[in-house]
Protein backbone atom coordinates (compact mmCIF):
# COMPACT_ATOMS: atom_id res chain seq x y z
CA UNK A 1 0.00 0.00 0.00
CA UNK A 2 3.01 2.44 0.92
CA UNK A 3 4.44 1.87 -2.13
CA UNK A 4 1.12 2.90 -4.00
CA UNK A 5 1.36 5.83 -2.45
CA UNK A 6 4.62 6.70 -3.13
CA UNK A 7 4.24 6.16 -6.88
CA UNK A 8 0.85 7.81 -7.36
CA UNK A 9 2.38 10.78 -5.27
CA UNK A 10 5.55 11.17 -7.93
CA UNK A 11 2.68 10.76 -10.63
CA UNK A 12 1.24 13.89 -9.23
CA UNK A 13 4.39 15.72 -9.19
CA UNK A 14 5.29 14.37 -12.01
CA UNK A 15 1.47 15.69 -13.83
CA UNK A 16 2.82 19.14 -12.02
CA UNK A 17 6.21 19.52 -13.29
CA UNK A 18 7.85 19.80 -10.23
CA UNK A 19 11.18 18.47 -9.74
CA UNK A 20 11.60 14.77 -7.72
CA UNK A 21 14.45 12.44 -7.01
CA UNK A 22 13.88 9.23 -8.63
CA UNK A 23 14.97 7.27 -5.57
CA UNK A 24 12.17 8.78 -3.40
CA UNK A 25 9.75 6.90 -6.61
CA UNK A 26 11.16 3.67 -7.09
CA UNK A 27 9.22 2.22 -4.63
CA UNK A 28 12.11 -0.26 -3.76
CA UNK A 29 13.12 0.63 -0.02
CA UNK A 30 16.38 -1.43 -0.34
CA UNK A 31 17.23 1.31 -2.89
CA UNK A 32 19.20 2.96 -0.77
CA UNK A 33 21.26 0.38 0.93
CA UNK A 34 22.43 -0.86 -2.33
CA UNK A 35 24.28 2.31 -3.46
CA UNK A 36 27.76 1.46 -5.49
CA UNK A 37 30.79 1.64 -2.90
CA UNK A 38 33.45 4.34 -4.05
CA UNK A 39 36.16 3.13 -5.67
CA UNK A 40 39.68 2.50 -4.13
CA UNK A 41 42.40 4.50 -5.02
CA UNK A 42 44.88 1.54 -6.26
CA UNK A 43 42.88 0.18 -9.29
CA UNK A 44 43.81 -3.38 -8.43
CA UNK A 45 41.87 -3.75 -5.57
CA UNK A 46 38.93 -2.72 -7.12
CA UNK A 47 39.20 -6.25 -9.41
CA UNK A 48 39.39 -8.80 -7.07
CA UNK A 49 40.03 -11.67 -9.69
CA UNK A 50 42.98 -9.69 -11.23
CA UNK A 51 44.51 -9.04 -7.82
CA UNK A 52 44.18 -12.86 -6.53
CA UNK A 53 45.87 -13.71 -10.12
CA UNK A 54 48.58 -11.29 -9.71
CA UNK A 55 49.48 -12.40 -6.19
CA UNK A 56 49.30 -15.75 -7.56
CA UNK A 57 52.07 -15.19 -10.43
CA UNK A 58 54.53 -14.31 -7.71
CA UNK A 59 55.34 -17.40 -6.97
CA UNK A 60 54.62 -18.38 -3.63
CA UNK A 61 51.29 -20.21 -4.25
CA UNK A 62 47.88 -19.48 -5.62
CA UNK A 63 45.41 -17.55 -4.23
CA UNK A 64 42.13 -19.21 -3.86
CA UNK A 65 38.82 -18.18 -4.68
CA UNK A 66 37.34 -14.83 -3.02
CA UNK A 67 34.43 -16.07 -0.80
CA UNK A 68 32.46 -14.65 1.93
CA UNK A 69 32.85 -15.86 5.68
CA UNK A 70 30.72 -14.18 8.98
CA UNK A 71 32.82 -11.13 8.56
CA UNK A 72 33.12 -10.22 5.27
CA UNK A 73 34.82 -10.97 2.25
CA UNK A 74 38.48 -12.92 2.17
CA UNK A 75 40.54 -15.07 0.24
CA UNK A 76 44.44 -16.95 1.36
CA UNK A 77 47.36 -18.83 -0.68
CA UNK A 78 48.79 -22.02 -0.22
CA UNK A 79 51.67 -21.63 2.66
CA UNK A 80 55.44 -21.57 0.76
CA UNK A 81 57.42 -23.17 2.53
CA UNK A 82 61.42 -21.22 3.18
CA UNK A 83 64.05 -23.30 4.47
CA UNK A 84 64.61 -26.81 6.59
CA UNK A 85 61.98 -27.50 9.30
CA UNK A 86 62.67 -26.96 12.98
CA UNK A 87 62.61 -28.72 15.39
CA UNK A 88 58.95 -29.14 15.67
CA UNK A 89 58.97 -30.08 12.51
CA UNK A 90 57.37 -26.67 10.57
CA UNK A 91 59.53 -24.65 8.15
CA UNK A 92 59.08 -21.11 7.84
CA UNK A 93 56.61 -20.14 5.46
CA UNK A 94 54.61 -17.27 3.69
CA UNK A 95 50.62 -17.05 2.77
CA UNK A 96 48.70 -14.03 1.12
CA UNK A 97 45.90 -13.03 3.12
CA UNK A 98 43.51 -10.64 1.32
CA UNK A 99 39.97 -9.45 3.07
CA UNK A 100 37.58 -6.38 2.37
CA UNK A 101 33.40 -6.49 3.42
CA UNK A 102 32.77 -5.88 0.02
CA UNK A 103 32.03 -8.53 -2.61
CA UNK A 104 33.66 -6.99 -5.30
CA UNK A 105 36.72 -4.92 -3.99
CA UNK A 106 39.86 -6.03 -1.53
CA UNK A 107 40.68 -3.62 1.08
CA UNK A 108 43.84 -5.19 3.00
CA UNK A 109 46.78 -7.48 1.09
CA UNK A 110 48.62 -9.01 3.80
CA UNK A 111 51.70 -11.02 3.36
CA UNK A 112 52.41 -13.30 6.41
CA UNK A 113 55.83 -14.89 7.74
CA UNK A 114 55.87 -17.46 10.12
CA UNK A 115 59.03 -18.02 11.65
CA UNK A 116 58.90 -21.88 12.55
CA UNK A 117 62.65 -22.11 12.86
CA UNK A 118 64.39 -19.34 14.45
CA UNK A 119 68.04 -20.85 13.06
CA UNK A 120 66.77 -19.91 9.87
CA UNK A 121 65.25 -16.56 10.88
CA UNK A 122 67.60 -14.57 8.87
CA UNK A 123 66.69 -16.56 5.77
CA UNK A 124 62.89 -16.42 6.15
CA UNK A 125 63.10 -12.01 7.10
CA UNK A 126 65.22 -11.71 3.50
CA UNK A 127 62.72 -14.09 1.51
CA UNK A 128 59.80 -11.64 3.58
CA UNK A 129 61.46 -8.47 2.43
CA UNK A 130 61.54 -9.73 -1.08
CA UNK A 131 58.42 -10.63 -1.39
CA UNK A 132 57.08 -7.71 0.29
CA UNK A 133 58.92 -5.78 -2.16
CA UNK A 134 57.84 -7.70 -5.31
CA UNK A 135 54.13 -7.30 -3.89
CA UNK A 136 54.39 -3.37 -4.17
CA UNK A 137 55.12 -3.80 -6.95
CA UNK A 138 52.79 -5.77 -8.54
CA UNK A 139 50.23 -4.24 -6.75
CA UNK A 140 51.52 -0.96 -9.13
CA UNK A 141 52.92 1.00 -6.41
CA UNK A 142 55.82 2.08 -6.23
CA UNK A 143 58.34 1.08 -3.07
CA UNK A 144 58.23 4.05 -0.36
CA UNK A 145 62.16 4.39 0.52
CA UNK A 146 60.95 4.05 4.61
CA UNK A 147 59.50 0.81 3.57
CA UNK A 148 62.22 -0.67 1.77
CA UNK A 149 64.87 0.77 4.80
CA UNK A 150 62.56 -1.24 7.10
CA UNK A 151 62.41 -4.32 5.17
CA UNK A 152 65.88 -4.59 5.04
CA UNK A 153 66.56 -3.67 8.64
CA UNK A 154 64.00 -6.11 9.85
CA UNK A 155 62.20 -3.47 11.70
CA UNK A 156 58.54 -2.44 12.13
CA UNK A 157 57.45 0.11 10.53
CA UNK A 158 53.91 2.74 9.15
CA UNK A 159 53.89 4.50 5.98
CA UNK A 160 51.11 6.41 4.37
CA UNK A 161 50.17 8.49 1.29
CA UNK A 162 47.61 9.76 -0.26
CA UNK A 163 46.40 6.96 -1.98
CA UNK A 164 47.52 3.68 0.55
CA UNK A 165 48.94 2.64 3.62
CA UNK A 166 51.35 0.21 4.40
CA UNK A 167 52.30 -1.54 7.36
CA UNK A 168 55.25 -3.82 8.41
CA UNK A 169 54.75 -5.51 12.21
CA UNK A 170 55.40 -8.12 14.03
CA UNK A 171 54.13 -10.02 17.22
CA UNK A 172 57.95 -10.53 18.71
CA UNK A 173 57.16 -13.84 20.31
CA UNK A 174 60.26 -15.12 20.98
CA UNK A 175 59.57 -18.69 20.74
CA UNK A 176 57.29 -18.31 16.94
CA UNK A 177 57.52 -14.80 15.44
CA UNK A 178 55.44 -13.72 12.85
CA UNK A 179 55.83 -10.71 10.94
CA UNK A 180 52.68 -8.66 9.06
CA UNK A 181 53.17 -6.72 5.38
CA UNK A 182 49.86 -5.43 5.04
CA UNK A 183 48.76 -2.98 2.08
CA UNK A 184 45.90 -1.35 2.43
CA UNK A 185 44.18 0.53 -0.35
CA UNK A 186 42.16 4.19 0.02
Same mark, same amino acid.
Given at each position: !? ?6 ? $???? /? ?5 ? $???? #? ?23 ? +???? #???? +????? =? ?14 ? +? *? $????KAGSKGLKNN????? +? ?32 SQITLNHLGL? /?? @? @? /? ?10 ? *?????? !?VTITTDNDPQ ?8 ? =??
Amino acid at each position: !MQTLIKVL $FCLV /ILAWGGI $FVAE #NCSGDSSSKSSQKTALKAVPIFNKV +DELR #NTLS +DIGIG =SVRPWRRDAVGWLASS +D *Y $FEIGKAGSKGLKNNLAYYL +DSEQEHQVNTVKLKLNINNLAERELALAAFAEISQITLNHLGLL /IP @P @P /IKEALEAGRERK *YEEDRF !MVTITTDNDPQLPSWRFVVE =SK
